[in-house]
């Protein structure tokens, strides 16, 4: 695309200085003859200290806030609101994807990979959807692994094209605090947003839970008037805030339990909920629900019908994730009778609630929970399975490093609560010791007697936590999810997965390996 096609209004452009733009970059380690680059005063650096590098790598075009050297054979633009100038040109050299699809977000704390998961696997049934998050980034039978959970504005709206080119005619997009707060996604044009729930995480970002919830309310102040906002009215923290933000229709949905309450930290201040609303206050209600080890099910009110819904996915937390789905899905087109059916055998999402079977006469389940409201969710949820029978509890998981560290010792003591025995190990150490990761963790595991172990390789401590269990237990492994990649000092090196590594130890456990 013309340079000055970029530029519609700067006449100057057009002529001579004209150029054809043969891709865009914030990165002057990717750029290639003929790019237009960025350049972006980041946390770490200012990108306006590349312009020199960008042109020695052949760049067309560099666009700036701030004086750059300028050198022969590139063209300088200068612009005074870089977010929005990258945001409307990445934008429109990919000829506006967004507007082509159908556009679901979803941000919250927990719950936004499942509940985008479940959309577009659902709501393809209806319309080819697509998948961007921190699982993949998934169309029809493709997929990839994502460097973040929402990429810079150019892989976005890149993403997004190579999904309209294979014939996405939607698409369900996991959208972060962090991407809010860098502006990534400014220029996609949602039809419909979701907020899961909001409790405490990522606050070595932005520092307090205001400025976090603030950060996540951009998605819906920015929703245009015509779309539709999906809020979780039992989650009490956000619900008023974005009521009252949003310029568009909203829709709402509950459950007749409500939401355990939390305090700033995170911490459930058990015994109080949110007020538990009705099928007249609550416009996609749950109720009626029962629980399985297997699944779910429950009747949920809409407009005055009630429709028996079944689902194989497990725990109270994804009957809201279910909701949130349902409420986009159907907001959007389509009939909730059609979605009934697939909803029964909704496709595993991968690493969450994941049981791994290798014929053994104990659970074990792998999980991506890594905030104190996931550990409260997912080790609630193993105590109920245990409850009945006596069983224990085991589990395997650290913290990452130079990411959020308050949170350290109070996943520490939520996990000794519940556990009967931790094994501490490493996580996405990012060049952090894990025996110091470990050491914050066990500040709160020690407020409690469950029996902890430190064992820094990932895949003994997995062996370890299923050797403790025995007939009827639960072992937990948790944090990361389906990833087959660990963060280390130098960026990401492979990890077998911790469902791999669960699959060899109980096959050694059971004599099938040695
Ligand atoms: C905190 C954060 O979000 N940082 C992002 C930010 O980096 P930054 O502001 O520190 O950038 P910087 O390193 O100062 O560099 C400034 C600019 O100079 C450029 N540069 C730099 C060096 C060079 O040689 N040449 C060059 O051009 C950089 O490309 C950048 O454009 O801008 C970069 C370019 O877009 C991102 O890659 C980077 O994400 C980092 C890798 C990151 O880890 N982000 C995490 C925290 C994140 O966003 N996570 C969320 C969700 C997490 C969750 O849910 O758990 C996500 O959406 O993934
Ligand atoms: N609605 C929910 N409320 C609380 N916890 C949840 C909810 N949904 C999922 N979880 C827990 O959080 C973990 C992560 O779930 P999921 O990946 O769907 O969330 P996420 O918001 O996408 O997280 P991230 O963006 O960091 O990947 C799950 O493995 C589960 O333990």
Redesign the pocket.
């Known amino acids: 695309m013309l340079l000055s096609k970029l530029f519609p209004d700067r006449p100057e452009l057009r002529g001579r200085m004209d150029v054809d733009i043969a891709g865009l970059t914030?990165?002057?380690?990717t750029v290639k003859p003929g790019y237009l680059?960025?350049?972006?005063?980041?946390?770490?650096?200012?990108?306006h200290r590349?312009a020199g590098?960008?042109h020695d790598a052949g760049a067309a075009a560099i666009v700036c806030t701030e004086p750059v050297e300028e050198l022969p054979g590139t063209v300088y633009i200068h612009v005074e609101d870089m977010n929005a100038e990258i945001n409307r040109i990445s934008d429109l050299y990919f000829g506006r994807p967004s507007r082509h699809m159908t556009m679901f977000g979803a941000t919250g704390t927990n719950g936004k990979s499942t509940l985008t998961s479940v959309i577009s696997d659902v709501y393809s049934h209806y319309r080819p959807c697509g998948y961007m998050g921190?699982i993949a980034i998934r169309y029809g039978d493709y997929s990839r692994v994502p460097?973040?959970?929402?990429?810079?504005q150019i892989e976005t709206h890149s993403n997004l094209k190579e999904m309209v080119d294979h014939g996405m005619e939607a698409c369900a997009m996991e959208v972060?605090?962090?991407?809010l707060d860098?502006g990534?996604v400014d220029s996609v044009d949602f039809d419909c947003a979701v907020f899961t729930n909001l409790t405490h995480?990522?606050l070595d970002?932005h520092k307090t839970m205001e400025r976090y919830l603030a950060a996540k309310e951009r998605l819906f102040t920015n929703l245009k008037p015509e779309a539709v906002a999906v809020l979780n009215a039992d989650d009490v923290i956000s619900i008023d805030a974005l009521k009252r933000d949003i310029r568009c229709r909203f829709v709402t949905y509950g459950t007749d339990q409500g939401q355990e309450l939390t305090d700033e930290n995170g911490y459930p201040v058990h015994g109080t909920h949110s007020p538990v609303g009705s099928p007249d206050t609550i416009d996609y209600f749950a109720q009626e629900i029962q629980q399985s080890a297997t699944g779910c099910t429950f009747t949920l009110c809409h407009a005055g019908k009630t429709y028996r819904v079944t689902t194989n996915l497990a725990a109270l937390y994804n009957v809201y994730n279910l909701l949130g789905a349902i409420a986009a899905m159907h907001e959007c087109g389509m009939p909730i009778e059609e979605m009934l059916p697939y909803l029964e055998h909704v496709a595993q999402v991968d690493g969450r609630m994941d049981r791994v079977e290798e014929g053994q006469d104990f659970t074990v389940i792998v999980d991506y929970a890594?905030t104190p409201d996931g550990y409260e969710k997912i080790f609630g949820y193993a105590k109920e399975i245990t409850e009945k029978n006596g069983g224990h509890i085991y589990a395997a998981f650290g913290c990452p490093g130079k990411r959020d560290t308050v949170k350290r010792p109070i996943m520490g003591e939520i996990a000794g609560r519940y556990a009967d025995g931790v094994v501490l190990t490493s996580q996405d150490p990012r060049g952090s010791d894990p025996r110091e990761i470990a050491e914050d963790i066990l500040e709160g595991v020690r407020k409690t007697d469950c029996a902890w172990e430190f064992e820094p390789d990932r895949e003994k401590a997995i062996e370890k936590a299923i050797r403790h269990a025995g007939p009827g237990d639960v072992v937990l492994t948790l944090g990361k999810g389906g990833e087959s990649y660990m963060y280390h000092e130098e960026g990401r090196r492979p990890w077998m997965t911790d469902k791999a590594a669960c699959q060899k130890a109980l096959r050694k456990l059971l004599g099938k390996e040695k």
């Open positions: 914030l990165d002057s380690r680059f960025f350049c972006i005063k980041g946390y770490e650096t200012d990108g590349f590098k960008a921190t460097n973040l959970t929402t990429p810079d972060s605090s962090q991407g860098r990534r995480d990522h970002y890594h």
